[in-house]
């Protein structure tokens, strides 16, 4: 599970992301880091290597335009060699394996009657977390805005509700516990091969933009245009933007992957700050520092 300390180390590296994203031409230093979040050079340094693996010079480069326009071409090009020659996608090493299934017609006409549910708000490397589990699987995952948010916060608040809206036949209760162990599963770095099950309703086209979604590997980055085609619907590429903002399973459904074909991110549900974070984090783990 994730510790606290992680989500406050979060809250600070998110700071310097900020700093250093606005200044990217400039290439800032260390010194010029470590004033901007009001921590020592030698703290700085640790803090940002013991959360994203390299140094915040070295992350300078995951957040330039230039590398993710390079990433954007290497990783289609990659997809679109895979979709022609039939296969489902490219390796998926370094990743969860996800398994997406819908919830039964009868399950969604019910609103979820006779459905258990435990929620729980959890420590992640990017923020805290709500996440909503039942027997079949998780069906919601959100990041909560503030790190230093306690439980009962709006954002913690709305999430319930939202949960409740969308299945108000089910039973829903706290289950801190529960939820923690699934939670600590799904931040684990390498992944470590865990098979997790994602359970959530939506519209047929939405279901095949997440499933295709799956295919885009960690440390990779789609257009719009190559989920459409990855989900079969090549005409749909506008559409695309409105299923991806619909994910309701952040990270584990990695709609932070797909971002503008000039290369800008766009935006992001959980915002544009966690979402240049999530990127050049998973950029960072598997560039080996």
Not at 198 to 219: D, H, S, Y
Request: some cysteine; proline content about 4%.
């Amino acid at each position: 599970m994730m510790s606290a300390q992680q989500t406050n180390d979060y809250a600070r590296v998110e700071r310097a992301i900020g700093f250093l994203a606005g200044r990217v031409e400039e290439q800032p230093n260390l010194a010029e880091v470590a004033r901007a979040v009001g921590l020592s050079a030698h703290r700085t340094q640790r803090l940002f290597k013991r959360w994203a693996g390299v140094s915040p010079k070295r992350f300078l480069e995951f957040l330039t335009v230039e590398h993710a326009k390079t990433l954007l071409d290497r990783s289609e090009s990659v997809l679109d060699a895979s979709l022609a020659v039939g296969l489902s996608g490219p390796s998926r090493l370094h990743d969860h394996f996800v398994k997406l299934e819908a919830m039964s017609p009868g399950e969604y006409k019910s609103g979820g009657e006779g459905l258990e549910i435990g929620y729980g708000v959890h420590a992640s490397p990017f923020g805290r977390v709500f996440l909503a589990t039942s027997g079949r699987g998780v069906c919601r995952l959100a990041f909560v805005d503030s790190p230093a948010a306690g439980a009962g916060s709006v954002c913690e608040t709305g999430e319930l509700a939202a949960l409740e809206r969308r299945w108000p036949g089910a039973a829903i209760q706290r289950d801190q516990g529960g939820t923690g162990e699934t939670a600590g599963r799904i931040f684990e770095p390498a992944g470590n091969g865990a098979e997790i099950l994602v359970k959530v309703t939506g519209t047929n086209f939405q279901l095949a933009v997440w499933k295709a979604l799956l295919e885009v590997p960690r440390g990779s980055l789609v257009s719009y245009q190559t989920v459409a085609n990855l989900a079969g619907r090549p005409r749909a590429a506008q559409a695309v933007g409105g299923a991806v903002g619909a994910n309701p399973v952040a990270f584990l459904i990695p709609c932070h992957r797909v971002i503008q074909k000039s290369g800008a991110l766009g935006g992001y549900r959980w915002g544009v700050a966690r979402k240049r974070a999530l990127l050049a984090w998973e950029s960072a783990r598997l560039s080996g520092g």
